[in-house]
């Protein structure tokens, strides 16, 4: 009784205080006592295995859920109150990647994605966690619940201050019963399913949550929430706001009322907003440790904002990156004053001016990303002295210098720290230090598309952490250093576009985590061992294309110990016989066996061997035997190209299937009508955009089937015994850009829908028998077409007016055909030709990494026949010799000063050559050869300094063969058939009266030819002399006698 008098005259805080004391106590005396005692509470015990009922848990997570272990609270992911024993924390979060918390990727390999995806935790979230009534914390992030609604019972949990459902998969609207969870502190809702956004009503739920400090809502779709700022000013504890991908589109310049001191944290990034002007708000937060902004694309800053990026002191992580403001140059000078930043990251920014050597006093720095900027600035090596430094990314600049000065004071820091070292597509010079070996902590080594020369050193080995090196495309020399084995980790190597010599190291065969290995297109070569490949376990690219190196296993039933996806060894040598090995491969989607001495029967296996090939080339071998039926192997857009090699029998049907997108068929000896591949039975729309069947021995006429195949863009069918017209079909594909028919037997008329197509560059329809073709005025306007071949046609009538409207014209070809009359003077409307525009490479089909098909054409010029492909669009020719123009060389011809080629030759020109042909002084061909030209070589055809062939022969040209370098270079052969003197015939010139002008104007030149006009004027001056002295004084005796006396007078004197 006194001790209950004692107790009751304190206050109530004592009592308690005394009664909790006491409750350890007792319950420290019965643990020790009964060791077996259960925390756990039986109704929330019950509770949490209902809950797991209802999940699916593939790798037995809750294993220790079980109705055999009575104390829940010791079960995995559970926290129980040790006092009342009340359940208040569910840890249940899946697997992330470890570095940046990616739930669902990317993993390093397929394997490990699948054993992360057996951690995820999926089914359905059960009611029964509504008894758990004192939990305060629940993590379910990093699973997969397939898109289940978020549960609007977790509303009732009031006691929550944590709650992170981030990338679990939920789907739809965040329930607006959140809000009545006052006690909320962290609440963390990000990327629902698959990282989708859906669209939220308003943000009014959250202003109940007084007390939070860590929101995250990105993913989600906030554009109808126009005032999600002033939302977010009523939290005034708030740390840390992350609203990415959130479609965000307004974002006010300035804010009347400022409660967000407190942010350390903002994250607004990938959000594309209506103004472009960076909000100056941002820089009083005076509190910000980290700062995103990634994505948000302002421009520049609000008017009569200064940048006052030094306010923030505290700013350790700053991301900027697509946002142009900051190449201002008063913006980066305030962020060199962050002397406390670790991370930045100011990528595609436009960044142009020199900012490197500014970065010097951050001495805090560990990583540094300005890819993808256009800075043009010599590598300090002042930035290597930065030894904390961990990634540095500067790809895709204008940087120079040498990088070797750069990584030799990178190797002088006692402790270097870097990792991540990327310098890919800039300008730099130099070669990798022998003493590279000192950066140990090196993952990452890329140096691609350099100019860096030199060796690769043997020192590389040393860098054994290493995980992706490359240096492709450079000017590296020598050899590949054996020691490159010791690289256990390497999982990518790229030494592709060099000029490495001799053949792949023996020690390739150690890096059993390499699954990326490219050396393509350097000069390696000698004999490669199937032991270069032995522990190659996990490779799955295999580029060497375009060396001569030789693959020839000893042991015929070799079993390679990779399963490769893509396999690229163009130019190699494994023939002659098709090599066996490659029926193991069956995941291969990508296979490059062409130009390899293959001369073999192509084996049945072969076609039935892969399930989903999306390259295919075997070309330039001399395979044999005939086109499958069953192309079922080839993947959806697949790329197949079996060009140059010895197939034979019909074209099947099969190769017609509606997914293929190029296919190349050419120089076989494929035969029969195109019917059966060009009119399939099942009329659907087509993919294919690369047919090309020439040079082969096909028939018949071409099929007007042409309405499904509105893909096509490049047609070819040259040299082959196709018949007939041309279907009308054709010309209404929207997307053809060559059609190249030349070398057949086709007669009619070109349709005038191929001559007025607007998509097509190039029309070659020469070595045929077609009589004619019509372009229309009204369409003419339209066309884009670059190169016309017509020529050995048997075209005929005048020349077509309507051609001087093709405004795009550079190469125009009717040699050999029956036209006549005048040469046309619209010339001038060729663009090119008369070099007001530029011409640029016509490429006709550029898919990355798979085939480029550029224009190409077989043209006559300097007397001989020569194929163009690469510098097509060089070249600008026009070509009418071998017809029946006759007429005058029109002036107006002379004015395409952009021509190279000209040949008028074996036609009935007459007239003279014009004097101002000198002015097209691009000139390297010119032929006016059997025709009736006559008077002298213009002497200004001296300024034709690019003229390497000349060819007049066989005119009625006079006189003196203009003198020069180039015209005296010139065989006899181009000038003989006229009446021409000097040099080079034989020919010498008797009377020169020639007196060479500084422009080379003519000034009465003469030659020993005898001038009839002056001789008639001087016989018939000579008999009106005569007659007029001499006859009257024949005549008359006083005029005789007086005329002789007077005489007498003179000379007596």
């Known amino acids: 009784m006194k001790t209950f008098m004692l107790i009751s005259s304190y206050s109530p805080s004592y009592i308690l205080l ?24 039986n109704s929330e015990r019950a509770a949490l295995l209902q809950f797991k009922i209802d999940l699916i848990d593939g790798a037995n997570r809750l294993s220790s859920w079980s109705r055999h272990n009575e104390d829940c609270c010791k079960w995995a992911g559970v926290v129980c109150n040790n006092v009342t024993g009340h359940v208040q924390e569910l840890h249940l979060g899946g697997p992330n990647d470890g570095l940046h918390g990616h739930c669902h990727g990317p993993y390093d390999t397929d394997a490990e994605l699948e054993a992360a995806s057996k951690q995820m935790l999926g089914g359905n979230i059960n009611p029964s966690l509504m008894s758990l009534k004192q939990l305060d914390y629940l993590d379910l992030s990093c699973n997969d619940f397939g898109g289940i609604s978020i549960p609007s019972f977790i509303a009732t949990l009031r006691n929550l201050r944590y709650l992170n459902l981030s990338t679990s998969q939920f789907d739809g609207q965040v329930p607006p019963q959140l809000g009545n969870l006052t006690m909320m502190r962290v609440l963390d809702l990000r990327y629902g399913l698959w990282q989708s956004s859906f669209p939220v009503k308003n943000l009014h739920w959250l202003t109940n949550l007084h007390a939070l400090r860590h929101l995250d809502l990105s993913g989600y779709d906030l554009s109808n929430e126009l005032n999600w700022l002033q939302v977010m000013t009523r939290f005034p504890s708030l740390l840390e706001l992350r609203l990415s991908f959130c479609s965000l589109s307004q974002i006010p310049r300035h804010l009347n009322t400022f409660n967000l001191t407190s942010l350390a944290t903002l994250d607004l990034s990938f959000n594309s907003f209506d103004s472009s002007l960076m909000p100056g708000w941002i820089f009083n937060l005076t509190s910000l440790i980290s700062l995103d902004l990634t994505n948000c694309f302002f421009q520049n800053l609000v008017p009569g904002v200064h940048p006052a990026f030094h306010k923030l002191t505290s700013l350790r992580f700053l991301y900027v990156s697509s946002n142009d403001f900051v190449n201002d140059s008063s913006v980066f000078k305030g962020m060199t004053r962050l002397t406390n930043l670790v991370s930045l990251d100011m990528s595609t920014c436009g960044l142009t001016n020199p900012i490197l050597h500014d970065l010097q006093n951050m001495s805090s720095l560990v990583s540094l990303d300005l890819s993808n900027n256009r800075i043009n600035e010599k590598l300090p090596n002042s930035l290597a002295n930065h030894c904390n430094l961990k990634f540095i990314d500067l790809q895709s600049n204008l940087l120079f210098g040498s990088v070797f000065e750069f990584l030799q004071n990178f190797c002088e820091c006692k402790s270097s720290k870097l990792e991540i070292l990327g310098f890919w597509g800039n300008n730099l010079i130099g070669s990798v230090p022998q003493n590279i070996g000192y950066l140990k902590n090196l993952i990452t080594f890329d140096l691609g598309f350099n100019f860096i020369s030199g060796q690769i050193p043997d020192s590389i080995g040393s860098l054994t952490n290493l995980k992706t090196l490359v240096l492709n495309a450079n000017l590296i020399t020598g050899t590949i250093p054996n020691s490159i084995g010791r690289l256990s980790l390497l999982d990518r190597l790229d030494l592709s576009n060099n000029q490495l010599t001799e053949s792949l190291p023996e020690s390739l065969g150690s890096l059993q985590k390499l699954t990326f290995f490219s050396v393509y297109n350097n000069l390696l070569n000698g004999s490669v061992s199937v032991r270069d490949f032995s522990n190659l376990t996990a490779l799955k690219t295999l580029r060497a294309e375009n060396n001569k190196l030789t693959l020839h296993p000893n042991d015929r039933k070799w079993v390679p110990p990779f399963q490769l996806q893509v396999l690229r060894i163009g130019s190699w040598d494994l023939g002659p016989n098709i090599p066996s090995w490659l029926r193991f491969q069956r995941n291969l989607t990508e296979l490059d066996i062409s130009n390899t001495n293959i001369s073999d029967i192509m084996p049945d296996w072969f076609w039935t061997t892969f399930s989903g ?30 060009s140059d090699n010895r197939f034979e029998g019909p074209l099947p049907a099969s190769f017609n299937r509606p997914d293929l997108t190029f296919l190349d068929l050419s120089n076989n000896h494929l035969s029969e009508s195109l019917e059966q591949f060009l009119c399939p039975r099942i009329q659907e729309s087509r993919l294919l955009k690369v047919l090309n069947l020439a040079d082969n021995n096909l028939s018949g006429v071409i099929p007007d089937c042409w309405g499904t195949w509105d893909s096509l863009e490049v047609v070819n069918f040259e040299n082959n015994r196709l018949s007939g017209g041309i279907p009308k079909s054709v010309g209404e594909l929207s997307l053809l850009r060559s059609l190249n028919i030349r070398n057949n037997n086709l007669s009619g008329i070109i349709p005038l829908s191929v001559m007025s197509s607007k998509s097509l560059l190039i029309i070659d329809l020469a070595d045929n028998k077609l009589t004619g073709f019509t372009l229309t005025p009204n369409r003419r306007k339209t066309s884009r077409l670059k190169l016309l071949s017509l020529r050995s046609n048997k075209l005929s009538g005048k020349f077509p007016n309507e051609l001087c409207g093709l405004t795009s014209i550079q190469i125009l070809d009717l040699a050999d055909n029956n036209l006549s009359g005048n040469i046309p003077i619209c010339f001038h409307n060729f663009n090119i030709m008369s070099g007001k525009e530029r011409s640029s490479p016509i490429i006709l089909y550029d898919e990355f990494d798979q085939n480029q098909v550029l224009g190409s054409a077989s043209l006559v010029t300097k007397g001989r026949e020569s194929s163009y492909s690469t510098i097509l669009y060089l070249v600008t020719t026009l070509d009418l010799s071998s017809n029946m123009f006759s007429g005058h060389i029109p002036n107006e011809l002379m004015n395409l000063v952009g021509l190279r080629y000209l040949n008028l030759s074996i036609n009935q020109l007459t007239g003279r050559i014009p004097e101002n042909i000198g002015d097209m002084r691009l000139l390297e061909s010119l032929d006016l050869s059997s025709n009736i030209l006559q008077g002298q070589i213009p002497w200004s055809i001296s300024n034709l300094t690019f003229l390497n062939w000349l060819n007049v022969s066989y005119n009625r040209l006079t006189g003196r063969i203009p003198t020069s370098t180039q015209i005296q270079s010139f065989n006899e052969s181009s000038f003989i058939g006229n009446r021409l003197c000097g040099t080079p015939l034989q020919k010498v010139c008797e009377l020169e009266t020639h007196v060479n002008g500084p422009k080379g104007e003519v000034n009465s030149d003469e030659s020993n030819e005898l001038d009839w006009v002056l001789i008639v004027c001087l016989l018939l001056g000579f008999v009106i002399g005569f007659w007029v002295v001499v006859g009257p004084l024949m005549v008359n005796k006083v005029w005789r006698f007086t005329y002789f006396g007077l005489w007498r007078k003179l000379c007596s004197k």
């Open 613 to 642: 090939i999306e390259f295919l080339n075997t070309s330039h071998n001399k395979i044999r035997g005939k086109l499958p039926h069953d192309l079922s192997f080839l993947s959806a857009n697949a790329v197949v190209d079996l």
């Open 18 to 41: 005394f009664l909790t004391v006491f409750a350890l106590c007792f319950s420290s005396y019965r643990c020790d006592e009964n060791s077996t005692h259960v925390l756990c509470i």
